[in-house]
């Protein structure tokens, strides 16, 4: 009881201190206003003191604030009825006769303002106002937690009693890889997930005769600590290691015909992008078209900040919906609208955005002056960017999934995109992306605390799409993009900068020795017509080639008879790891440097080209093989085992999308309550696999709630 009580009192004391400081603030305000504005005066027209002046703030300042507290909420309620445009207007008046009647009323007999000038002080005294006490309270994480409760509280009684059983919440670290969640464990970054995991209240150190972790990569509990109350179990991706595929596999069920984040279809000659709204719509309907089914949330679910439905009923900031027509089908109550209609929200999130940009400046600029390698661009629209997905979408998908578990919905399946957007221009493992880490974990820490007030007990789960694999960029490596080489190999003129570059001169090189001519300038005078040249798209390390003339997938055969340089020019070089192509003889073949060619029938993971790509690798190219839109080329980059690195065809430092490290290993942080994800000696493998165990423990919550006898709790545990 005295834990309790003096929580209550610091609580109140920070209220207290919060309110006193806001009033201290809106009296400098006042006096400021007073200096400036002709028209608004503090003192008698004899004169005053400044001490009887400040006083005349302070009273003043007062009693607007309390106007504004006890008034305001009544007079927003009688204008409901008013037109919005209307309402608009008298918003401002309304504030400025508030502002009138506060100087009427103020205790020290002083102050007086011309009707217009009070409309102006009082806009700037709330807009100063509601910014102190947004600042002060943008890391108090209980004090917005007790707002959105009371409320969620205040809409609960539209909505019908939620069931008993247990519901399922599934918060998506985007991009944060099985490696990178363990080291941020290890290191104390994130505080909620370490005490998850050891049982106790954070992270523990193993005992020193206990330093081996278990196979499925979950640090043990410390030695007579509590029984961890979650399990982290690895999984591995795909070829394509990226959310688009991910994600659709894990709401939808399938990842078929989804062989990068971006493709060209020659049967359509458009080019697919996981994260335009169109394509994002189309692969939703091919996945329920595949699987027959909904979705993982079609019964009583939510879907925040993602790019699929899931088949949600409630849906904010969903990217499949977006391409739609405005219809209430697409509009969320828990949306941006429903977020930034309350003030304090606004001010906190627009507050905390302003600051990122600044961190986002003050990170880059120090980079640049400690000649950081590697390192990308960040200049532009980019610290905007950062901002918008490490605050913003942040902010709201956290309110709208706080709303779902105070309104006791069934499934919920949010994604925070923070660590992804951050690691691919600063690094996976830099400062910048644990400092992200760090404010993750507390949306995970407040996300539990609400979970306390939920009208049904939740299951928290947490799992990331994909991981992140270090490394420069191929450019910066070797001088010219994925693009310069491919048409260096089919003897295209390409720009100077890759002329002048050492795999450049040896891509004419490697033309020129294969179409057995003399060195030369030009190699081709002939310049074919643009729908005849090659479309070359990078989705991270992942390269994919389409000639968009051909109306079918090329093979082999084609490609060296139309462009004899060029297979051998991309296979040899030393930033490719491996080539898949499809053959006339062998179905498909991938390629490696100084001749490698096996047939897919007879490929493995050791040896060959696929060798450093570790386990897995071979089934994963087989599996794209048979996608209807692989492209002609397709191209994953080279792979460095011992430090982990890939080389990006696009300009990232972190990055995702093909075969090689980190990237392929993401992780799946689930309660003990819920039946172990995989069974011994079993791996789970791709994202459809991820879908089949959320339908399971989906089954399970739903099922009869049997209390486990200690025997059956200890078999489960095993």
């Not at 050891?198 to 972790?213: K, L």
């Not at 359509?268 to 329920?288: D, Y």
């Not at 986002?360 to 640049?368: D, V």
Request: contains cysteine.
């Amino acid at each position: 009881m005295r834990g309790v009580g003096g929580v209550r009192w610091r609580r109140i004391a920070s209220q207290v201190g919060r309110s006193v400081a806001v009033w201290a603030v809106s009296t400098v305000t006042m006096l400021v206003l007073a200096a400036l504005l002709p028209d608004f005066q503090l003192q008698s027209a004899d004169g005053d003191s400044a001490t009887r002046i400040a006083v005349a703030a302070a009273c003043g300042a007062g009693a607007f604030g309390i106007l504004s507290a006890v008034v305001w909420p009544l007079l927003v309620r009688l204008l409901l009825l008013v037109p919005a445009l209307v309402l608009g207007l008298l918003v401002f008046f309304l504030n400025g006769s508030l502002l009138l009647l506060a100087l009427r009323i103020n205790p020290s007999g002083r102050g007086e303002a011309a009707p217009e000038t009070a409309v102006i002080v009082a806009a700037v005294m709330s807009a100063v106002a509601s910014a102190t006490g947004a600042a002060l309270a943008v890391r108090d994480d209980e004090t917005y937690r007790r707002r959105l409760h009371r409320l969620a509280t205040r809409d609960r009684r539209a909505h019908p009693p939620c069931p008993p059983a247990p519901g399922l919440l599934c918060v998506q670290l985007d991009g944060v890889g099985h490696d990178v969640l363990v080291d941020a464990v290890r290191k104390g970054l994130m505080p909620t997930v370490g005490r998850w995991l050891s049982g106790g209240d954070g992270p523990q150190p193993t005992s020193a005769g206990d330093r081996t972790p278990p196979a499925d990569g979950t640090p043990r509990p410390a030695v007579g600590r509590v029984r961890s109350s979650h399990r982290l179990t690895p999984w591995r991706t795909d070829w394509s290691s990226q959310t688009g595929a991910s994600q659709l596999g894990i709401l939808h069920g399938s990842t078929f015909d989804v062989p990068a984040f971006r493709w060209y279809e020659k049967d359509r000659g458009e080019v697919m992008v996981c994260n335009r709204p169109t394509s994002a719509a189309e692969l939703q309907r091919r996945a329920i078209l595949h699987t027959g089914d909904g979705g993982l949330l079609t019964v009583d679910g939510a879907s925040r900040g993602n790019l699929f439905s899931g088949g949600a009923g409630e849906q904010a900031l969903v990217l499949s919906i977006a391409a739609r027509r405005r219809s209430p089908a697409n509009r969320s109550r828990a949306g941006y609208f429903a977020y930034f209609c309350d003030p304090a929200g606004a001010v906190r999130t627009a507050l905390s955005f302003v600051a990122e940009v600044a961190r986002e400046i003050g990170q880059s600029t120090r980079a640049r002056l400690r000649g950081q390698r590697p390192r990308v661009g960040r200049g532009g629209l980019y610290p905007f960017v950062r901002a918008f997905a490490t605050v913003v979408e942040r902010d709201v998908v956290v309110a709208a999934v706080m709303g779902d578990m105070l309104a006791g919905r069934t499934a919920v399946y949010a994604d925070l995109v923070a660590y992804d957007e951050v690691a691919h221009h600063s690094g996976p493992r830099s400062r910048d992306a644990e400092k992200v880490l760090r404010r993750l974990d507390r949306s995970l820490a407040l996300l539990e605390r609400v979970a306390e007030h939920a009208p049904r007990p939740y299951r928290i789960v947490v799992l990331s799409d994909h991981g992140q694999s270090p490394g420069e960029t191929f450019r910066a490596r070797y001088g010219l993009t994925l693009g310069d080489l491919v048409r260096a190999g089919c003897g295209l003129p390409v720009p100077r900068r890759a002329q002048r570059t050492r795999s450049g001169a040896e891509a004419r090189a490697a033309v020129r020795a294969a179409l057995r001519r003399p060195v030369e300038e030009k190699v081709d005078h002939h310049r074919p017509s643009r729908r005849s040249e090659p479309i070359v798209l990078a989705s991270g390390n992942l390269g994919l080639i389409s000639f968009p003339d051909v109306p079918h997938r090329m093979t082999k055969e084609e490609i060296d008879a139309r462009h004899p340089a060029l297979l051998t020019t991309l296979a040899n070089h030393p930033g490719i790891g491996f080539l898949l192509v499809r053959s006339e003889e062998h179905g498909g073949v991938v390629l490696g440097a100084h001749g490698a060619e096996i047939p897919l029938a007879e490929l493995d993971d050791e040896p060959g080209p696929l060798a450093r790509f570790g386990p897995g690798a071979a089934d994963a190219v087989r599996r794209t093989h048979s996608f209807p839109h692989t492209a002609d080329i397709m191209v994953n980059s080279a792979y460095d085992p011992a430090d982990g690195e890939v080389l990006a065809f696009e300009e990232q430092i972190g990055s995702h999308g093909g075969l090689g490290g980190a990237q392929s290993h993401p992780f799946l942080l689930s309660p003990r309550e819920l039946s172990a994800p995989a069974g011994d000696g079993e791996e789970l493998t791709g994202a459809e696999h991820i879908h089949r165990v959320l339908r399971r423990w989906l089954s399970e919550l739903d099922g009869p709630q049997v209390p486990l006898t200690p025997d059956v709790e200890e078999e489960r545990a095993a």
